[in-house]
């Protein structure tokens, strides 16, 4: 009886114990709540869907677009958002699962200041939506979108790369910021900090062409720069850096210079070979007679290449002994052959110094004997200036003509209105000074000088007959026979001092014959001043000295009658 009870206990306690056991068991098989992630198996894939297997014996449904390129097969896992339930059974969402997923990762990236993937997917106003797998696009700042300016904004569209997140909350709101441009630059800085410290100068590296400037190429070495300046390209002279090299093309170059403090890395091609100048000094000396290449033009002058990496330079004022060069261009051209003088030079600046007019015979060094002072010669009017005129004697050999020594007796303000170029003159050799390349030649050097002869016939205190060829403010212009023209100053054009010269030069016209006195004349300033007061005033002594030598009471009568009238005066 005992022992049937105690198995009757026993057997109860058994029941009691499996039934908490299996209702533990069915709260743990219990089905999970919408909004829960879980996990499944896949055990069917079809053209729409894939069926997860989550492990309350149904199966839930996930589209296949929601797997975008990565679907996966039978037997994997795959974790999932359950967002409802329908006849056919859970219904769950990949994307929704990674989106919240993604979002705790990168709440966590943003208090971290770690990077996270991204796409960079449509190009918006002031710049870009990227998607970084969240249910709200983040937005990419233009001027955060690269490490260097976009010129070209659609092009980033499709980037996948990384971005840190520079604001995710905008009042509580998930509106994510983020910033592509420092991730590049701190990856750039740790491919530049390795370069620097695993390169030596004199090392040859590989770089692609990015980009030219007037001084140069940028060299990308792997997403920093390199400088292949314009200098760096040949030992000779490089016009364009195009010219060397093409945008886009892989070159191997040398490198010369390596700055880590300000990140300076400078490349060259021309390193790959021997500097020329090494050797200049076996080659060419000053006065050598040398044959080379006309490369470039300048206002200054022309570069003449000698041989591959050595030019010399021709300066505008060794071109011609005689001519005035204003163009090198009106000399010599690109790519012409020429002979040139070596002057100078300076191996360790690389420069050349040469001549072209020492090549031939300088012919000032004759020209004294060819044109001496007093020499008649003649030549065409190739320039007028406002106070001369240049007379080409022969090629490169022009003499200057003075306004002054057009005429003898005419006043030429301007010598455009005695002569016209291209008009063929006769002249005489007044000074010839080679040492410094300037001849002066005369015209009216080759007639007598009449100044001199109207000295001689018309000395000072002399009377003579003009016309009035001009009348001034300041005197009136008197000519004498011939030719030489004086002037009667206004103080002396009235016999009476008290008629002021307005009232008396009223008397007077052009064209008018008038008796002057001569008052003195400058033969080397060609100058001579005449008065009409002195004039009459003569008249005057010379009526007295008649009266006096005639003897008579009445002589003396008319002569005390004028000494009284000269005080009236």
């Known amino acids: 009886m005992e022992e049937m009870e105690v198995e009757k206990e026993t057997t109860q306690n058994s029941k009691s114990d499996f039934q908490t056991q299996l209702e533990e068991s069915l709260k743990s098989f219990s089905a999970p709540e919408t909004g829960n992630l879980v996990e499944g198996t896949v055990v069917q894939i079809t053209n729409d869907y894939v069926y997860v297997d989550i492990g309350d014996k149904s199966e839930g449904l996930i589209p296949v677009e929601e797997f975008a390129d990565n679907l996966p097969k039978e037997g994997d896992k795959v974790q999932a958002l359950l967002t409802g339930h329908n006849s056919s059974g859970p219904v769950l969402s990949k994307k929704k699962a990674d989106s ?51 010129e070209k904004p659609e092009s980033l569209i499709g980037t996948k790369s990384k971005f840190y997140i520079e604001r995710l909350y905008v009042d509580n709101k998930l509106n994510p910021v983020v910033n592509r441009r420092k991730y ?20 040859s590296v590989k770089g692609t062409v990015k980009s030219f400037t007037s001084f140069g190429a940028f060299i990308d070495l792997g997403g920093f720069d390199g400088l292949l300046h ?60 040398v044959k080379g290449k006309v490369t470039k033009l300048t206002e200054f002058g022309a570069f003449v290449e000698l041989e591959k990496g050595i030019e010399g330079l021709v300066h505008i004022s060794e071109f011609s002994w005689t001519k005035k060069i204003n163009k090198p261009g009106d000399m010599v051209q690109l790519g012409q052959e020429v002979e040139a003088m070596i002057l100078g030079y300076d191996i360790q600046a690389g420069r050349v110094s040469l001549g072209l007019k020492q090549t031939t015979d300088n012919p000032w060094d004759t020209i004294a004997d060819k044109y001496a002072v007093g020499t008649k010669v003649s030549g065409k009017v190739v320039k007028i200036t406002n106070i001369g005129a240049f007379i080409a004697l022969e090629d490169g050999i022009d003499a200057f003509l003075h306004a002054d020594d057009i005429s ?6 301007h010598p455009g209105s005695e002569l016209t170029v291209d008009a ?28 001199k002869a109207f000295a001689n016939e018309y000395s000072v205190g002399s009377t003579v007959e003009g016309e009035i060829t001009s009348i001034t403010d300041f005197g009136v212009f008197v000519k004498a026979p011939n030719g030489i023209e004086g002037l009667v ?51 005057q002594r010379d009526e007295i000295s008649q009266y006096m030598d005639s003897g008579n009471d009445e002589a003396a009568y008319t002569l005390g009658d004028m000494i009284k009238s000269q005080k009236n005066d």
């Open 489 to 539: 100053n206004k103080a002396n054009l009235s016999d009476d001092k008290d008629v002021p010269y307005e009232e008396a030069v009223t008397k007077y016209k052009v064209g008018d014959k008038i008796n002057v006195f001569v008052v003195d004349v400058n033969t080397d300033k060609e100058k001579v001043a005449f008065s009409v007061r002195e004039y009459k005033r003569k008249q």
């Open 424 to 451: 063929e003159v006769e002249a005489v050799v007044l000074e010839c000074d080679a040492d410094n390349h300037k001849i002066k030649v005369g015209i009216k050097q080759l007639s007598d000088n009449p100044w």
């Open 230 to 289: 314009i200098n760096d390209m040949s030992w000779g002279h490089v016009a364009r850096p195009k010219d060397f090299v093409k945008k886009g093309q892989e070159i191997e170059l040398k490198v010369i210079r390596l700055d880590p403090a300000d990140k300076r890395i400078n490349l060259s091609l021309k390193h790959f070979t021997e500097d020329p100048w090494v050797h200049f000094e076996e080659k060419y000396h000053v006065n050598d007679i």
């Open 100 to 150: 919240k997923r993604y979002l705790k990762q990168i709440q966590q990236a943003s208090k971290d200041k770690t990077p996270v993937d991204g796409k960079i997917v449509k190009l918006v106003k002031s710049g870009y939506e990227v998607d970084l797998g969240i249910d709200r696009m983040a937005f990419l700042p233009i001027s955060q979108a690269d490490a260097e300016k976009v």
């Open 408 to 413: 003898w007796t005419k006043k030429v303000k």
């Open 184 to 203: 590049l630059e701190e990856a750039i800085n740790e491919k530049r900090d390795a370069f620097f410290n695993s390169t030596a100068i004199g090392d």
